[in-house]
Structures are given as C-alpha cells and as structure tokens.
C-alpha cells in the first residue's frame, strides 16, 4: 500500500475514529400556520452509545432535520451514562417510567437477542445489551419510550452496589 502524496499547502485528510453509534430514532415535524403559508420546524429523537455499557439520549429542535438531529447528538453525548452489564444482559429486572409509558426489561439467558420494540431497542443495542426480555406499558410514544427505557437503565445496580447498600454479603 503506498501512501497519499504530501502536496504543499494541503493539509491530509485525516479520518476521525467515532467511539459512538448513534441512531436517530424519530425525526417530528411541527407546522405553524402564519400569514404566508406553513412556517416547518423539526426536532430529532437521538440515541448515542459505544455498544460497551454507555448510552445518552437527546432531543434536539431546530429549523431544519440536519440541524435538528446534530443538536440531539451533542444532547445525547452531554447525557451519556453508564450501565454495568453481567454477560451481555441486565443485572436484575428493572421497571423504568417517563411519563404514561413504562417499560419492564428482563435479564435473558445468552443467546436470546434484544427483544424489543425498535425505540427500546435502539437504546439497549446501543448500550451493550445483547440480550433482553422487554415489554412496554401505557403510551407507545418513542420520546416516552426512550426516557422510559433510559430512565430503566439509570437504575440498574451493580452486586457490589446492593451489597454496600444492604449491608451484607450475599451468597452466589
């Protein structure tokens, strides 16, 4: 492989590394009727993770869909939190709730997959999650199911954590 002629005055182009994957889970679309016509602006639903135990969430509003889906980006990467995950699946069952939606996810045994809706899915995949039982309650909504789903993971407790917590050792 050779590489890339130097030309004097032209900076190479180096290619960045991207740590995170992002998804756009939703794009919405609002009309405001004024005098001329329909006056669009949008807002991007944003999901961003390394698929190793970190995940943010963002929603991003703006005047155009690029604009709109990059201000989600930086939303989600200045809300990204840890999970502590055992084997690719959750460490106990967890309800997570963000307004009429609620989402109830279940440690699964290897080899069973995300099994999810695609807005849970999107943020457990991009969490790490490879397997996964889940079934969402109340509003079907993607905002609410994100920030449900989201909100779900926040919670998660590591061993160690329960442990200091309750005070005591426990057996297994």
């Known amino acids: 492989m050779s590489e890339a002629p130097i030309i004097p005055g032209v900076e190479p182009v180096v290619e960045e590394e991207k740590p995170f994957d992002e998804e756009v889970v939703k794009i919405y679309r609002c009309a405001a009727v004024v005098k001329g016509g329909r006056r669009f602006s ?70 069973t997959g995300v099994i999810a809706g695609a807005s849970v899915r999107a943020v457990l995949e991009l969490a790490g999650v490879k397997d996964v039982l889940t079934k969402s309650y109340g509003s079907n909504s993607p905002k609410n199911l994100v920030r449900a789903t989201f909100e779900g993971l926040r919670q998660l407790l590591s061993r160690e954590q329960v442990e200091e917590l309750r005070g005591v050792q426990l057996a297994g």
């Open 42 to 111: 949008f807002s991007a639903l944003v999901v961003m993770g390394d698929r190793n135990g970190n995940v943010g969430v963002g929603y991003g509003k703006a005047k155009e869909v690029p604009s709109a889906v990059e201000k989600g980006k930086k939303i989600a990467q200045r809300n990204m939190i840890p999970i502590k995950l055992i084997n690719g699946t959750l460490p106990h069952r967890i309800w997570g709730v963000f307004g009429a939606s609620r989402v109830l996810m279940l440690p699964a045994s290897s080899g």
